[in-house]
């Protein structure tokens, strides 16, 4: 009797252990995909799709009502993404309101305590701090640095930053501007 209560104690404290090496495996996965600058793999909102506005509006303090009638060019960042600041390189030296009839909006998604790329900027513009990741999870960013153009309250289009503000910017053939990588880390 004894024996087989031993046992059961033995077998208990195993499956314990095994329950806390998944949880802290899972927990390293996590932190792994956070300081590589990478999202778990999801899909971004593809062109159509209605934006969430009600939540950038939030972050904002602008009525939701106001983003629905203009266009908005968003720019998600993270500080643990090397090409992220290339990004705010080319937006101080390129992007102008002349360039694009679309507002900027460039939203950092970092957690509380880590530095801010914003001290990198240098051009006008709202820059949303998202420590939560509820934009960046909203418009299913999928990895770091991505764009999207919105219009009227709907996605126009997403992908890489740098093809897009290429694309918005009439190309980035200046010498004097960093060159940016598409792939996010």
Known sequence: MVA??????????????????LAVGAVLRVHHVEQSGRT???????????????????HLETP????????????FISPACEPCGDIVKVLNTAWTPEHSADTLLVIEVAGRGETS??????????????????LARAFGVPGYPFAFRVAHGRVVEAGMAR???????GGL?????????????
Not at 64 to 75: H, K, M, N, P, Y
Not at 117 to 134: K, M, N, Q, S, Y
Request: avoid cysteine; proline fraction near 7%.
């Open 40 to 58: 778990p793999s999801v899909r971004a909102l593809e062109p159509g799709a209605e934006a969430p506005t009600d939540l950038l509006s939030i």
């Open 64 to 75: 939701a009502a106001e983003l629905r009638l203009g266009s908005q060019f968003l720019v």
């Open 117 to 134: 790329l914003r001290g990198v900027a240098t051009f006008d513009g709202p820059w949303i701090r998202d420590t939560e990741g509820d």
């Open 173 to 185: 053939s200046s010498d004097s501007e960093p060159v940016v990588a598409d792939s996010p880390r």
């Open 4 to 21: 087989v209560a031993l046992a059961l104690a033995i077998v208990a404290i195993g499956m314990s252990s095994f329950a806390v090496l």
């Open 163 to 169: 093809a897009m503000l290429a694309s918005a910017l």
